[in-house]
T-cell receptor, first 113, second 116 residues
């Protein structure tokens, strides 16, 4: 059974810092991996989706990488802003059923002005 | 823009009540999902549906049922609510196949359910 782990559970950084969020998964047979953002009390917003054949995806100040062989993904946020404060969740879809998405518990990010 | 709406943002119910949570999407997506989210546990899949009247159990279907009579609507039913079903419930939808963007799951705002 696929297990997804995100470390750290919480992270606090000063504004302007570059930061990396980590995600690891136990089964490398994945269909895709997504990073989501969740603001308090709200639903999830997809940030980046990486297909299993891809190594990275970029959107603005965000860059997500995927290393299937080691079971790892990172989300890099450049020049962090207070508006980036949220919980970031990583999710992987299994190769056998791409509707079966497994989520990590998330990293709660606080960017201090 | 894809829009996924959920019928209630907050609900308070009594133990033993039958509870209906409704989800509607406006993008003609084939797939719809119900998750629950609890602190420290992440999101866990309750049920998903890949077509009208079709459903598959997720990881934690016990105590829940679902209904999909129309493509745009997916309902989650708590047959007899219990206190351990107090949680945040999230609905999502996605398109089957196609481009990277089309495979993304789109989430509703969530329903926070409290069972007393």
């Amino acid at each position: 059974k696929q297990e997804v782990t995100q470390i750290p559970a919480a992270l606090s950084v000063p504004e302007g810092e570059n930061l990396v969020l980590n995600c690891s998964f136990t089964d490398s047979a994945i269909y895709n991996l997504q990073w989501f953002r969740q603001d308090p009390g709200k639903g999830l917003t997809s940030l980046l989706l990486i297909q299993s054949s891809q190594r990275e995806q970029t959107s603005g100040r965000l860059n997500a990488s995927l290393d299937k062989s080691s079971g790892r993904s990172t989300l890099y946020i450049a020049a962090s802003q207070p508006g980036d404060s949220a919980t970031y969740l990583c999710a992987v879809s299994t190769l056998y059923n791409n509707n079966d998405m497994r989520f990590g518990a998330g990293t709660r990010l606080t960017v201090k002005p | 823009d894809v829009k996924v709406t959920q019928s209630s943002r907050y609900l308070v119910k009594r133990t033993g009540e039958k509870v209906f949570l409704e989800c509607v999407q406006d993008m003609d997506h084939e797939n719809m999902f119900w998750y629950r989210q609890d602190p420290g546990l992440g999101l866990r899949l309750i049920y998903f549906s890949y077509d009208v009247k079709m459903k598959e159990k997720g990881d934690i279907p016990e105590g829940y049922s679902v209904s999909r009579e129309k493509k745009e609507r997916f309902s989650l039913i708590l047959e007899s609510a219990s206190t351990n079903q107090t949680s945040m419930y999230l609905c999502a939808s996605s398109y089957s196949g196609g481009t990277t963007d089309e495979e993304t799951q789109y989430f509703g705002p969530g329903t926070r359910l409290l069972v007393l």
